[in-house]
Nanobody
Framework: QVQLVESGGGLVQAGGSLRLSCAAS????????MGWFRQAPGKEREFVAA????????YYADSVKDRFTISRDNAKNTVYLQMNSLKPEDTAVYYC?????????????????WGQGTQVTVSS
């Protein structure tokens, strides 16, 4: 089992920034990839970014590339999502998730453990 706890969401104006954190505990050695997904009301859960624990390779959705940065702190078993130049369309519940695969997937069904989610609201 892997437990994930997200934090850092909130309300911000368009153009502002937020940093989300995802702290992992438990059998984290099985979590080779950490991903961030988001889900807005009435929409499907969509991929945002992912990072490979070893090596640190990163992957982004086109909609957030050059605005969001995913990073990790191996010593703290924590993954971060720095979100800059936020737009109203970034409003959603953001989830972190883990995958045992060796390479990231953009499909939420490939991720095994999920956090409870943190709300991000961007006002115009």
């Amino acid at each position: 089992q892997v437990q994930l706890v997200e934090s850092g969401g909130g309300l911000v104006q368009a153009g502002g920034s937020l940093r989300l954190s995802c702290a992992a505990s438990g059998r984290t050695f099985s979590s080779r990839v950490m991903g961030w997904f988001r889900q807005a009301p009435g929409k499907e859960r969509e991929f945002v970014a992912a990072i490979v624990w070893s090596g640190g390779n990163t992957y982004y959705a086109d909609s957030v590339k050059d605005r969001f940065t995913i990073s990790r702190d191996n010593a703290k078993n924590t993954v971060y999502l720095q979100m800059n130049s936020l737009k109203p369309e970034d409003t959603a519940v953001y989830y972190c998730a883990t995958s045992p695969a060796y390479s990231p997937s953009y499909y939420y069904g490939d991720y095994v453990y999920w956090g409870q989610g943190t709300q991000v609201t961007v006002s115009s």
